[in-house]
């Protein structure tokens, strides 16, 4: 998503996160964003936002995976999630996804926050 294709007015329910520029490509960086753990990867200079936790253990190491065929594969379990969607390849299950905005080089995410309801 380029700077072109949104405004300031268009961000609302997305937090700033850093910029653009400070997210090496193909390497991930965690953020917690209300609360939620992000892994944000930078792929051929698109940016995707997954969540962090990895659900084989629940464990927060996503960020630190590596990137394979449009993927990113846990670096514990060698589960792969597609970048674009979160699903794994083989089904319909995998991490969460979460929307993205590029606004005069600052990258804006928009994380809905799960409620339990027990």
């Not at 990867?41 to 996503?62: M, R, W, Y």
């Not at 960020?63 to 060698?78: A, L, Q």
């Not at 995998?94 to 339990?116: A, C, H, T």
Request: glycine fraction near 6%; charge should be negative.
């Amino acid at each position: 998503m380029t700077d072109t294709q949104f405004s300031l007015s268009d961000i609302d329910c997305f937090q700033k996160i850093c910029t653009n520029s400070s997210i090496k490509d193909r390497e991930g960086k965690r953020f917690i964003i209300d609360d939620v753990e992000v892994a944000v990867f930078k792929v051929d200079g698109e940016i995707f936002a997954l969540s962090n936790v990895c659900p084989h253990q629940h464990t927060t190491v996503i960020y630190d995976g590596y990137i394979e065929n449009g993927c990113v594969v846990c670096p514990v379990h060698g589960w792969m999630f597609d970048l674009k969607t979160g699903k794994m390849p083989s089904c319909n299950a995998g991490l969460d996804s979460y929307p993205v905005k590029i606004i005069n080089e600052q990258v804006y995410v928009k994380v809905i926050k799960k409620e339990l309801k027990w």
